[in-house]
């Protein structure tokens, strides 16, 4: 069970790209962050998945069991300052190549990227039986763009993160992976199409929640959130 929360920015020192939405040979990469990617960047998933995939299919479910991520649990990011970069890209051609070998996979050769831009600066929180020591740099996206991670830990139920019943449906300060909280404490929310699971925005929860920081600026965030944990729970 978490007893610890931080809260963290990302900034992007890089321009980070991954497709999202695929429109011919345009390839969009969305403006929030998946948390998949965020607790694999962490260093967070024990032990390390290899890092080339052979048969490059996802073991999302396998890797990210709750004893692989040692009772930790990372939310989406949202965009608290974004700007973009548009960028052509194409596979070179090797002199030395002398063939193109057949392949099945679904292998990008060009096209044209809306890519994030440096600078731009996201939020998301860690939920952790105990204080963890996060990395201060993370690699992310196709292009393992480099970004820079600022942290301050709070302990649940202090009197900095208090736990308070939601008895109506509130408005949450983070987005929302659908698969990892129960459908029954989910009212409102705008959803956010991307591989490989569409997230929530702007959502409206009940239940318990804790309250991070002073109250004009205070986030709210419902806990008992875990990878996979309202997979199958209510219709």
Known sequence: MAKYVARCLLTLHDNLYYASRELGRFYETEKYLHNYGLTYALG????????FNSVQVPRYQEELKLERVRGCY???????????????FKMATVPYYSFTPQVIENRVV???????A????????VFAPQKLNLPRWVRLGKWMAKAEVDSQWYELGSSEAPVVEVNQPQLIDCPLNPLDIPRQRLFS???IP??????????SVTGAC???????????LPLNMGFFAGEGTGK
Do not use: H, I, Q, W
Request: net charge positive; with cysteine.
């Open 44 to 51: 967070l998933v024990k032990p390390a998945p290899a890092y």
């Open 74 to 88: 990372v939310t989406p990011a949202r965009p608290l300052k974004v700007d973009f970069a548009f960028n052509t």
């Open 110 to 116: 060009f096209g044209r990227a809306k890519e994030l």
């Open 118 to 125: 440096p600078e731009s600066v996201f939020e998301f929180f």
């Open 189 to 191: 929310y705008d959803v």
């Open 194 to 203: 991307m591989p490989p699971v569409s997230l929530l925005a702007n959502p």
């Open 210 to 220: 804790c309250r991070l920081g002073k109250e004009r600026d205070s986030k709210l």
